[in-house]
């Protein structure tokens, strides 16, 4: 059986001269794709696969079923078990602040994404949908956001209004303006205080004319003087990051020899300079080593390894929407700043979010 490194090996033709950290570095990035890629999803019975060129720290990045199973020679290095009782845990303080019995209770948050499979048990009874095509795909990405802020916030409602993808500019326009429109049937209780969007508002990469831009402006300040946080990846980058620098740097996509010294000198300076600036700017939020819930009538989870937005953003306007159930008006600026003022540091001098102490200010 050939191991994921030796398919690496043939399938590019590495220089002679090449320095061994960056070649190891593409290596695993790669040897990632190519087991997500083999093993799909929810790989569960992995005896038969060689995991022999795969570091512990390799695996913790991985996406798996939480009742994976190795062999007995690898179970003894890979202890699975033990990734996914810390991925049961919430992080950040929180579950600490629901033993104090914060969990949401009376709020409303709504998600706008891609379709969501109604039935799981997981949530089932927290959803009020506000779309009638729901999708049959059977895609994770929706039911994952949903599980993660049903976590944080098990006691909140959560309004689903389903994006559409072929016209995702108008489309996400018209569910603000119908979101601010179904907030003025209530005077406080049933009101939407959070939107949680995992990309950008109107869609990163997708042209958008000037009266989408000035319409998008309009509904975001009427919604935000209305009371309800409008949280999406151009909100979320201005005071949060997703990923240590370590993350980045074990991880990286560049194919350095393909572009020649200087140009992977410069490059390393410049991260270098935006790792510095987020350091100093930004508050931690990694939204990987989690479970998430995956589509279906039964209560399984897939365990996520990988740092992403989508993850992310739906753990930052969790945490807003707990905060709103002692500030109301809390806005994006002020939890940043009160997050700031609260946090704890992690081994790299970032700041992290521990929302106990911050529900204590």
């Known amino acids: 059986m050939n191991s994921f490194k030796d398919m690496i090996l043939t399938r590019y033709d590495l220089p002679k001269k090449i320095d061994r950290t960056r070649a190891e570095n593409f290596i695993n990035y790669e040897c ?6 083999v093993w799909q999803l929810a790989f569960r019975d992995l005896r038969e696969h060689d995991l022999s060129d795969i570091s512990t ?10 009742d994976a199973v190795l062999n007995d020679k690898d179970s003894e290095r890979i202890h699975i078990q033990n990734l996914i009782e810390l991925a049961r845990k919430n992080g950040f303080g929180i579950d600490e602040l629901h033993e104090a019995g914060v969990y949401g209770k009376g709020m409303h948050i709504a ?13 089932k009874e927290n959803i009020i949908m506000h779309t009638d095509n729901i999708s049959d795909e059977d895609s994770m990405h929706a039911n994952a956001i949903v599980d993660v802020i049903h976590k944080i ?45 995992s990309s ?3 869609f990163d990469g997708i042209k958008q004319n000037e009266d989408q831009r000035k319409r998008a402006e309009k509904i ?35 194919v350095d020899w393909m572009y020649g010294e200087d140009w992977v000198t410069q490059k390393a300076e410049t991260h270098k300079a935006v790792i510095d600036r987020k350091r100093e700017n930004s508050i931690l939020v990694p939204g990987g080593g989690r479970l998430y819930a995956i589509p279906g009538e039964v209560s399984y989870y897939v365990y996520c390894g990988s740092a992403a937005y989508s993850w992310s953003i739906p753990i930052v306007a969790s945490m807003i929407l707990l905060m709103k159930s002692k500030i109301p008006n809390i806005s994006t600026q002020e939890f940043y700043e009160l997050a700031s003022e609260c946090c704890n540091y992690t081994n790299e001098d970032w700041r992290i979010i521990d929302m106990d102490k911050m529900y204590d200010m």
Do not use: W
């Open 111 to 123: 998600v706008i994404d891609q379709g969501l499979q109604v039935h799981s048990k997981i949530f």
């Open 32 to 37: 990632k794709n190519e087991i997500e890629r």
């Open 57 to 66: 720290d390799l695996f913790a990045k991985l996406t798996f079923s939480y």
């Open 220 to 254: 975001i300040k009427l919604l935000e003087e209305d009371g309800c946080t409008v949280l999406s990846s151009e909100v979320f980058e201005k005071y949060f990051a997703i990923a240590s620098p370590k993350y980045d740097e074990d991880y990286t996509k560049i």
């Open 153 to 197: 916030a098990p006691e909140a409602m959560i309004h689903f209004y389903e994006s559409d993808y072929k016209n995702v500019v108008e489309d996400r326009l018209e569910k603000l303006e119908e979101i601010y429109e179904y907030n003025q049937c209530f005077k406080f209780d049933g009101k939407i205080s959070v939107i949680s969007i």
């Open 200 to 202: 950008g508002l109107l």
